[in-house]
């Protein structure tokens, strides 16, 4: 549509997105006037006035709602006249959609709104909207991309491949509730991403053509609060970062294309991740792998990556159930993920622990994560 269409069903007028009503008369014309808003590529209301059920969008649910309140008292009401009205009915059309977001202050916005070819998952999309933060923004200072994960429970725990077992250290399965939204970095952190930050690069897999793409390795727990400290980053928790690779699932691997619940089939891991059997014994580039249901690449293999958690083998037994941190103290600190020499370490649910000065080995890097 132009700027200067405007399309009119009997006595109820819609130009871009506002409407204005002389009668309601047929709910034909309320149809016709709400595809004529779908379609209108207007700005989105800066509220969520109309967003009758919560759930951040203004849509046929929150329509139903104020259509069974009509000539009555009720949630309806969006002008505080007391009843509800062609006048609301107006109101909730001119904010027909998504609600605003609201864009971290130390980010640049990217796309406000989940594309549904990435996260493919219905419920996964409606609770990224829920959040009212937008799905992808980059870190201004670092132009790191990064992912919002919405708030959530899941069982963090054992999840055997049909090729691998659980260790003892992943049990007992147990219930967990993370209470806020966060963002992580949508991939692990590169050589090109360190050295513009540290100056220098530890990494063994540097020299190639494509090494800036690459994740940056041999890092220590250790080091890496140096790179935290001057970019404002963190290194997630552990319940936060299992929670962000299973994005849903309750299987060994998360999911991938053609498994979009996941799978257990340890055939198929070669889809998501470079490891033993097929990284030529180096790393790669970050993104090369099919992403997970938020959109986060290399959440298995790669590089193993290093949490903010202390690492207790026996954790499990006594973590709390809302947004555990981990041991107060220790002597290693968590790794997940697997890498590019792993086999069975690239499940969902392994974990393993290094002391935090570890710098030595070519397989261990990380990814960020930021509060809103």
């Not at 937008?134 to 708030?151: G, I, K, S």
Request: net charge negative; charged share 15%.
């Amino acid at each position: 549509m132009t700027t200067r269409q405007l399309s009119e069903f009997g006595n109820f007028k819609c130009f871009k997105s506002r409407c204005s009503f002389r009668s309601l008369t047929t709910l034909s014309a309320l149809a016709a006037c709400a595809a004529a808003l779908a379609v209108t590529p207007t700005a989105r209301a800066q509220s969520c006035v109309g967003d009758l059920n919560g759930d951040r969008i203004v849509n046929g649910s929150d329509l139903g709602i104020l259509l069974g309140q009509w000539e009555q008292v009720g949630t309806g009401d969006l002008d505080g006249n007391g009843v509800v009205d062609g006048a609301d009915l107006g109101i909730m059309l001119g904010a027909w959609g998504p609600c605003a977001v609201t864009v971290p202050s130390w980010a640049t916005l990217v796309e406000a709104m989940p594309d549904p070819a990435v996260v493919t998952d219905s419920t996964l999309r409606a609770a990224i909207i829920a959040s009212g933060l937008p799905w992808r923004v980059r870190d201004t200072a670092t132009q790191m991309e990064m992912l919002v994960v919405p708030a959530g429970t899941f069982t963090m725990g054992c999840t055997a491949s049909n090729q691998y077992g659980c260790y003892s250290n992943e049990n007992p399965t147990h219930w967990v509730i993370l209470t806020q939204a966060f963002y992580m970095g949508r991939y692990e952190v590169t050589q090109g991403q360190w050295v513009a930050k540290m100056g220098s690069n530890p990494s063994a897999f540097q020299g190639y053509s494509d090494s800036a793409s690459r994740p940056v390795e041999r890092v220590s727990w250790d080091t890496i609060q140096g790179y935290l400290s001057v970019t404002g980053m963190r290194l997630p928790s552990e319940a936060e970062w299992e929670y962000a690779c299973r994005a849903g699932t309750t299987t060994a691997f998360h999911s991938m294309p053609g498994y979009p619940n996941g799978t257990n089939d340890h055939n198929q891991v070669g889809t998501i991740a470079w490891y033993s059997s097929n990284s030529g014994s180096q790393t790669h580039a970050v993104g090369g792998k099919a992403a997970n249901a938020l959109g986060l690449h290399d959440m298995s293999g790669n590089v193993s990556e290093w949490v903010n958690d202390w690492y207790d083998g026996s954790y499990y037994s006594v973590s709390p159930s809302a947004n555990p941190l981990g041991p107060v103290s220790g002597s290693s600190r968590v790794l997940r993920g697997g890498a590019w020499a792993g086999m069975s370490s690239v499940r969902s649910s392994y974990r393993n622990g290094y002391a935090p000065s570890l710098s030595t080995v070519s397989d261990l890097g990380f990814r960020v994560a930021r509060a809103p």
